[in-house]
Every structure is written in C-alpha cells, then in structure tokens.
C-alpha cells in the first residue's frame, strides 16, 4: 500500500473474457466523494421523475429484507461510470479507454469492475460480506499502529 491512492493498483480479469486483462486503481477521497455525489443528483432526478409517493410505494412493495440487502450492497450510492472513469487505468483490448467505451461494457462487468474498484479502494465497506477484507482492514490497522 502507498499513502497515494494512485500508487495502489491491481490487475483483475472480466467474467464475461478470461484472456483480458484490466488494471485498476484505487481511488483517491475526491473521485469517491464525485462518485457518491453523481449517484445522488441521479437518485434525486429519479425521485422526481417517478414522483416521491409513488417510489415510497414500489420500496415498501419489496420482499421483506430485499431493501435492507440493497442498502448493505456496497455499491449503493456510488454512481457506477465515475468509479469507471476514474479507477479504470490500463486493459487489454484492442479499443482505448474512453467514457464511451467504459459504457459499452457488459453490465455484469460493468459492476465487476466497480465493486473490484471499491474493495481496492474502501475495503472497510466489504468487512461484512468478505472475510478476506476483514482480515485485510485487521492487517491494516495492527501495521499501522505505532511502536
């Protein structure tokens, strides 16, 4: 690890093509702050476009726990083509990395790679549901206490 973010990266295959390759990195506070921000104008447009009473009623229409297992998915508030953006540095294909290009990915990918982006970036998010984050964040932290 590095005390900048850009410094720390890592090389993940795509489910959809096990012969590429993608380099990722991890992100600084002000793309992770971007990313929540965006996701937020997003859901705010969405809320108004689709009218407040109308969307309190298709949430409580949910199975029971199925809000409760999208608020704890990690990627929940962080607008997907940001953290694209900004932590895809380098892949295999034969296409440069352009916004477009990013938005063409397959959507399983697409997610993929955000949620391999965010453990790299915010592993403390993943504690719950990924025993080999929680035992990096322990790592992290008994490194980083001071002798």
Do not use: C
């Amino acid at each position: 690890m590095s005390f900048f973010a850009s410094h720390t990266q890592k090389t993940i295959v795509p489910p959809s093509d096990p012969d590429a390759t993608i380099t990722i990195q991890k992100l600084p506070g002000r793309h992770l702050r971007a990313a929540r921000e965006q996701e937020q104008f997003a859901s705010i447009a969405q809320f108004r476009k689709f009218g407040g009473a109308e969307l309190q009623k298709e949430l409580a229409a949910l199975p029971k726990g199925e809000a409760d297992k999208v608020r704890r998915d990690p990627l929940t508030g962080y607008h997907i083509p940001t953290l694209l953006e900004h932590g895809v540095k380098a892949w295999s294909f034969d296409a440069p990395i352009t916004p477009d290009g990013l938005a063409d990915a397959d959507d399983d990918d697409q997610e993929f790679i955000d949620r391999e982006i965010l453990r790299l970036s915010k592993p403390s998010l993943f504690v719950e549901s990924d025993p080999e984050a929680e035992a990096q964040v322990k790592n992290d932290s008994s490194s980083s206490s001071v002798h």
